[in-house]
C-alpha cells in the first residue's frame, strides 16, 4: 500500500496510530485516514467508501501546507481515538441526503453523530464542523458552524445522538464580557474529559488581550481557570493564551502559554481541579491492570469503593450513591488526597479470566474533608 506525504495522528491505548496520508495517485490536496497497528498500515477510510445512509465520502483530511518545492503536509481533521477504541472523525459527503458531518465508528459500524441536517441545542442547523474529540463514554465534544435565526454563528458542542449541549457559542457572557473569539477543535489535543467536562479557550475583545480558559461542566456551569494578565500561581502573569488546552480524567488542564514579569517567555503550565473526584481506565481487558486515580484537596481524605453494579440513590448530607447496592467493597482504607501533586492512582490487577468480559467495574468514593464527608461522581471500567 503506497501513501504519500503523510500527515499528523492520534495515538491509542493500545499504541494504535490513526494518520493522514495522501494514498499514491489521488488528489494531492486531500487526505485519507490510515490505521498503524502492530507494525502494519491499513487504510481506515478513504475518500470513494460509503458513507452512513447511502451517500459516499468526498473529502476526509482537506487542511494541508504547500511548500516551494511543491510538497504538501496535511495537518487535518486529524480522527480522535479512545480507549474503548471508537473513532469520530469528520467528512465530507457526496450522492446523499448529508453533506457534512462526524461520524462515529464502533466496532467496524460507522454511525452518523452530526450531520449538517440536524438541528443544534441552541436552534438552527448546523453547516459545517471541525475535527471531533471523543472521550471514553463515546460522547464527543466539536467545533461547528451553524445558522441561527438566518446568520451564520458558531460555537463547541459535546454529547452523543439524544443528549447534545452547547458548551459555549460565540456572543455568550463569559466572565464579566461577551465571547468574541473561539478555538476550533483540534485533535490529537483532548479537550473532553470523561465525565463530559470540556476545557476550552475564548477571549473576550478583538485584540487577542483578554484571553480565557474556562470549563464548560457537563452540569452546564461555567469555571475560568486562567485569565490572560492574571497571576500564573508560580510567578508572574498570563500572556497570550494557547487556543488549544487540553484535560484529562484526574481533574489536570494542561495550558500554553506567554508569560510576563518572569525570566521566561512562555510555558506549558498544569492545574488541577479541587474535586474531589474519581477517574478509572474506561476499558481493560481481563488480564490488564485497571488505574483508578482520586484527586481532592490537600488536607482532605478519601474512602474507594468498588461494585459491579451501579445505582443513583440519594443520601442526604451526603450526596447521590452510585455504585451498589450489593456487592460493594472497599479497596483503600481512609487515604489522604495529595492535592496539587495528585492524583492518588490505585493499581488494580484484572485476573486472566475470559468470563470477566462484559463486566464492568464501578468506582466511588467517600471524600472526607474539613466541610463535612460527601459522595464522589462514579467511575467506570469496562471489561471486554
Known amino acids: 500500500m503506497g501513501c504519500s506525504p503523510l500527515g499528523p495522528g492520534s495515538l491509542g491505548r493500545d499504541r494504535d496510530v490513526l494518520f493522514l496520508a495522501r494514498s499514491t495517485g489521488s488528489n494531492q490536496y486531500l487526505a485519507d485516514y490510515f490505521l498503524w497497528h502492530g507494525g502494519v498500515v491499513s487504510r481506515f477510510a478513504a475518500v470513494g467508501d460509503a458513507a452512513p445512509g447511502g451517500a459516499t465520502i468526498a473529502m476526509l483530511g482537506t487542511e ?20 474503548c477504541d471508537q473513532v469520530a472523525f469528520r467528512i465530507l459527503t457526496t450522492g446523499g441526503p448529508v453533506g457534512a458531518g462526524v461520524v462515529v465508528r464502533t466496532n467496524g459500524t460507522d454511525a452518523w453523530y452530526l450531520t449538517d441536517a440536524m438541528q443544534t441545542p441552541n436552534g438552527g442547523t448546523y453547516f459545517d464542523f471541525q475535527g471531533a474529540v471523543i472521550n471514553a463514554r463515546g460522547e464527543i465534544a466539536v467545533f461547528a458552524d451553524y445558522m441561527l435565526n438566518g446568520n451564520p454563528t458558531a460555537g463547541w458542542f459535546v454529547g452523543r445522538p439524544g443528549s447534545w449541549r452547547n458548551a459555549l457559542s460565540f456572543n455568550e457572557p463569559v466572565d464579566g464580557g461577551q465571547c468574541i473569539g473561539l478555538g476550533f477543535s483540534r485533535v490529537p489535543m483532548t479537550p473532553l474529559s470523561d465525565d463530559g467536562d470540556l476545557v476550552v479557550w475564548c477571549d473576550l475583545g478583538n485584540s487577542l488581550t483578554q484571553g480565557r480558559i474556562l470549563i464548560s461542566a457537563a452540569d452546564g456551569s461555567k469555571t475560568v481557570v486562567a485569565r490572560q494578565g492574571s497571576p500564573t500561581g508560580v510567578g508572574g502573569s498570563y500572556g497570550m493564551i494557547d487556543a488549544w488546552p487540553s484535560m484529562n480524567s484526574t481533574g ?7 508569560s510576563a514579569g518572569t525570566n521566561w517567555w512562555s510555558a506549558h503550565f498544569t492545574g488541577v481541579l479541587c474535586g474531589p473526584a474519581v477517574a478509572s481506565s474506561p476499558c481493560r481487558s481481563p488480564g490488564d491492570t485497571v488505574q483508578v486515580g482520586n484527586f481532592g484537596p490537600a488536607g482532605s481524605s478519601f474512602l474507594l469503593c468498588v461494585s459491579t453494579a451501579a445505582q443513583s440513590v440519594h443520601v442526604s448530607g451526603f450526596g447521590t450513591l452510585r455504585i451498589g447496592p450489593s456487592p460493594i467493597a472497599t479497596l483503600t482504607g481512609v487515604t489522604p488526597y495529595p492535592g496539587l501533586s495528585g492524583p492518588h492512582t490505585l493499581s488494580i490487577p484484572i485476573p486472566n479470566n475470559p468470563a470477566f468480559a462484559g463486566a464492568s467495574l464501578h468506582f466511588q468514593s467517600l471524600a472526607l474533608g474539613a466541610t463535612g464527608i460527601q459522595l464522589t461522581n462514579r467511575a467506570t471500567t469496562l471489561l471486554r
Open 64 to 83: 494541508s501546507f504547500g511548500f516551494v518545492d511543491g510538497t504538501t503536509a496535511f495537518a487535518g481533521p486529524v480522527p480522535s481515538i479512545n480507549d
Open 252 to 258: 489536570r488542564v494542561s495550558i500554553s502559554a506567554g
